[in-house]
């Protein structure tokens, strides 16, 4: 299928008008084209857009997290008219009157290390402050350059662990949003088929009144010349009325089934739907092991599992960091003051500050190591889990190919059974006809017909149906012999 939205768009452009002649709203439609639509118009394809795009904006959060960040603070302004404690050299307080208005400005540019999960900032600011009442002056305070930084000395390096997790996350959040496309395709299959099934039902009901009407007029003549008895001319009778009948609940489950695929597809209600029943793929067989190597390449199952394991490993690796704290803090540059705000830059002076925070438990009766041994639980938990699932997600793919490769097989059994269960239908109607054969075996061979009509669509349906579970789980297109793919950026853009 090459790229999933250009292809997308280029069907749309090169499909034969859906409409049929004469101004109707008739829409003779393929299996292709039921597909194209729902991949196009349906609800659940919007819901798998949204999904994606949230993936994608959470993706560049985390890029952007990575990236220098410049940043403004201040108070514009701040003032103060009030009374304050205040202690006196002899050790006694008194309340004095504040009476201030300040301003404050500072901007930084922030980056985080990926290698050691610290912040370096660089800052410059610069502060003013007018006391106010009896003897206002002003000041100002500057800090031109000053470098910060902030480091963990043996906590969890959160952005190491980020870097790990979040590209694996949104491998895993595309591979599934083409997975979702697939289900859409699947849903699209399905609504198909079976509308297809219900226009076979309605179709095969209306060629059994017909006949029941043409043997019941036939049963009368022959009664008249008592070649038939009054018991069997009363049971064609009820046939014709029970043919009848047929006909409406058949014509009622047509118009409930066209309904769901226009509502699914997106299409006005004025639309009538005329299913084109599918040709087979190219007949082939699949590998399991093939199929298998593509699942494990491509499918979001595999970038699932990563995830929810490395997610579980920062788990123990953030509770053992929290066994103790040690915190760096340090910061270098230069600081002036000032009643001028010109001089406040010159005659600088140095500003160092230094802290190393500690902060470790002496006594907690065990509770961090009990968050630490929680979380190396939890983490087998997640190893034994990820482990059977991987376990159901290879059988689950072995049924799937036996499947498949079976269907054939099947369909063509299907096909067969169809064709002699027609033949062997019109030899009984002229065989009763010429009397040979009684009404209860004509209804058999009525029934059989019908059966087999049905199970012809029914068994189609299984073998596309199979076809494309395999391509949804695969992400592989068995046909082109290429892998589905997107183009994310552009879809993002729509």
């Known amino acids: 299928m090459g790229r999933l939205h250009l292809s997308i768009a280029l069907l749309w452009l090169i499909l034969p008008p859906l409409h049929a002649e004469d101004g109707n709203n008739t829409i003779r439609l393929t299996l292709k084209d039921a597909i194209t639509l729902a991949q196009l118009q349906s609800v659940d394809a919007a819901v798998a857009l949204n999904e994606l795009k949230t993936a994608y904006w959470e993706y560049r959060t985390h890029q952007a997290d990575q990236l220098p960040e410049v940043n403004f603070t201040g108070t514009l302004p701040s003032y103060n008219n009030n009374y304050g404690k205040y202690q006196q050299s002899d050790g006694s307080y008194t309340y004095v009157q504040n009476n201030w208005l300040g301003m404050s400005g500072k901007i930084s540019i922030d980056q985080n290390i990926?290698?050691?999960?610290?912040?370096?900032?660089?800052?410059?600011?610069?502060?003013?402050?007018?006391?106010?009442?009896?003897?206002?002056?002003?000041?100002?305070?500057?800090?031109?350059l000053s470098v910060t930084f902030i480091q963990p000395v043996f906590g969890v390096n959160n952005q190491k662990w980020k870097r790990r997790i979040e590209p694996?996350?949104?491998?895993?959040?595309?591979?599934?949003?083409?997975?979702?496309?697939?289900?859409?395709?699947?849903?699209?299959?399905?609504?198909?088929?079976?509308?297809?099934?219900?226009?076979?039902?309605?179709?095969?009901?209306?060629?059994?009144?017909?006949?029941?009407?043409?043997?019941?007029?036939?049963?009368?003549?022959?009664?008249?010349?008592?070649?038939?008895?009054?018991?069997?001319l009363m049971q064609l009778e009820l046939s014709a009325l029970q043919a009848k009948g047929i006909v409406t609940e058949a014509?009622?489950?047509?118009?409930?089934?066209?309904?769901?695929?226009?509502?699914?597809?997106g299409l006005s209600e004025q639309d009538v739907i005329e299913p084109v029943i599918p040709e087979l793929a190219p007949s082939f067989r699949m590998s399991y092991s093939d199929v298998l190597e593509k699942a494990h390449e491509n499918n979001s199952f595999a970038q699932n599992i990563m995830r929810r394991q490395l997610e579980a490993d920062y788990a123990v690796a953030s509770a053992k960091g929290n066994?103790?704290?040690?915190?760096?803090?340090?910061?270098?540059?230069?600081?002036?003051?000032?009643?001028?705000v010109e001089k406040a830059y010159e005659h600088l002076k140095g500003n160092q500050v230094v802290e190393v925070g500690v902060s470790i438990p002496i006594l907690d009766w065990g509770k961090r190591k009990g968050k630490v041994k929680v979380a190396e639980s939890n983490r087998e938990v997640i190893l034994s889990r990820t482990k059977q699932e991987q376990m159901n997600f290879n059988q689950d793919i072995f049924l799937l190919v036996e499947n498949f490769n079976n269907q054939a097989g099947q369909l063509e059994i299907a096909g067969q059974a169809d064709k002699i269960a027609e033949k062997r239908y019109n030899?009984?109607?002229?065989?009763?006809?010429?009397?040979?054969?009684?009404?209860?075996?004509?209804?058999?061979?009525?029934?059989?017909?019908d059966e087999a009509k049905l199970k012809h669509i029914q068994e189609l349906y299984k073998y596309w149906n199979y076809f494309y579970n395999i391509r949804s789980?695969?992400?592989?297109?068995?046909?082109?012999?290429?892998?589905?793919d997107a183009d994310f950026e552009e879809i993002i853009r729509k």
């Open 251 to 265: 014509q009622s489950n047509l118009n409930a089934r066209m309904f769901q695929l226009r509502s699914f597809l």
């Open 168 to 232: 694996v996350r949104y491998k895993e959040a595309k591979a599934a949003y083409i997975e979702n496309v697939e289900d859409v395709t699947l849903a699209a299959i399905s609504y198909f088929f079976n509308l297809l099934q219900a226009k076979e039902n309605l179709s095969i009901s209306i060629q059994n009144l017909e006949n029941a009407n043409k043997l019941y007029d036939i049963a009368i003549a022959k009664r008249k010349i008592g070649h038939i008895s009054e018991n069997e």
């Open 323 to 340: 066994q103790r704290s040690i915190n760096l803090y340090a910061s270098v540059g230069y600081t002036g003051k000032d009643i001028n």
């Open 473 to 484: 789980v695969t992400l592989y297109d068995f046909i082109a012999d290429k892998n589905l």
């Open 427 to 449: 030899t009984s109607i002229e065989t009763f006809m010429i009397g040979k054969i009684n009404i209860l075996d004509l209804n058999d061979a009525q029934n059989s017909k």
């Open 114 to 144: 990926a290698l050691t999960g610290g912040t370096i900032s660089l800052n410059t600011s610069l502060d003013f402050n007018r006391q106010l009442g009896k003897g206002a002056y002003n000041e100002y305070m500057s800090i031109p």
